[in-house]
């Protein structure tokens, strides 16, 4: 059996080894294929294509981007086979950008009122030139003191309902799938667990929403995915014709209990990868 990964992120955004570093990771973990799907930037991928060519690896390019949904679900879609050099791509990552840039000093400043000492230099220093996530500040609030881990620093202070929480603007769920369309890709409903839907039924129902605006595939194996969970979106994903996809969705040392190529203890199974290719050559 071939096993693969689908999910995960470098220093681009919010992970903490860099592109060539994750690919190469893949490649020592046995994978046969992967993607890197960074926040709101493509700028890993070109170093990580290149990478993947050197080890023999396959690799698709990909994207995650958070889009507009009701508290306290979150609703991030990820976007393969998009070309990085899309000029639609380079215009909406630019703009995405600039809505991280509009929130981020208000969270910082709001630790600083809280009593809380950290900088937007040492955030962007944390970064290592990457796009400024919130797992990153987490980990500088562990190394502080503040908090003892990275869940307890969202909880606290940097997660929905924290003391710090600000809200950046966001694409509607309908513009993000039809950006990655237009720059060539599937858009896949990341972890739909993170909807925060009280049952299948209710997440059937905004499943068929998506695939009205265009969706292409659903995640269907994620970290946060436990047993029932992945048969149910199994089922839902034959159910609307989507495509199937999986990950891990690693950051490195930022969540450092998930690993490269395991979700909760599964694999992902080749055969998705395949099916995804194929679809992206039509
Ligand atoms: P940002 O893109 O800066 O808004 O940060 C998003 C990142 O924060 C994603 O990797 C999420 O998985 C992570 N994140 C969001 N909420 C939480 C939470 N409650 N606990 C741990 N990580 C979280
Ligand atoms: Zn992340
Ligand atoms: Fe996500
Ligand atoms: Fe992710």
């Known amino acids: 059996m071939s096993y ?20 190469k990771l893949a490649k020592d973990c046995g994978l046969s294929a992967m993607s890197l799907t960074d926040h709101d930037t493509v700028a890993g991928l070109s170093a990580a294509a290149s990478e993947a060519g050197r080890l023999g690896i396959d690799f698709v390019t990909g994207i995650e981007i958070s889009a507009e949904y009701a ?31 509009d929130r981020n000093p208000k969270i910082v400043e709001k630790l600083n009122e809280v009593g809380v000492a950290v900088t937007m230099d040492e955030w962007r220093a944390e970064a290592k030139g990457g796009v400024l996530g919130r797992p990153q500040l ?6 502080k003191g503040y908090v003892s881990s990275n869940k307890q620093a969202f909880d606290k202070y940097l997660g929905e309902g924290g003391l710090a929480y600000f809200d950046k603007e ?15 890709g599937v858009a896949v409903l990341a972890h739909p ?18 695939v009205d605006e265009g969706l292409g595939g659903l995640e269907v194996i994620h970290s946060e995915h436990d047993d029932l969970t992945v048969r149910e979106l199994d089922r839902l994903a034959d159910k609307f014709n989507l495509l199937k996809t999986g990950g ?23 055969a998705w990868f395949d099916a995804l290719v194929k679809a992206l050559k039509r």
């Open 4 to 23: 693969i990964d689908l999910h995960c992120h470098s220093t681009a955004s919010d992970g903490t080894l860099p592109p060539e570093a994750v690919v």
């Open 71 to 101: 508290r306290p679900g979150t609703l991030h879609m990820l976007g393969y086979g998009i070309d990085p050099a899309s000029p639609i791509l380079q215009d909406l990552t630019g703009k995405l950008l600039e809505a991280r840039g």
């Open 138 to 143: 987490a980990a500088i609030l562990v190394r």
């Open 170 to 184: 966001r694409l509607t769920s309908r513009r993000a799938i039809e950006m990655v369309r237009k720059s060539g």
């Open 193 to 210: 667990v993170q909807l925060r839907k009280e049952n299948f039924a209710q997440l059937e129902t905004t499943l068929k929403q998506l």
């Open 248 to 270: 891990s969705d690693f950051h490195g040392g930022n969540k450092p209990n998930i690993g490269l190529g395991i979700a909760n203890g599964r694999r992902i199974p080749r």
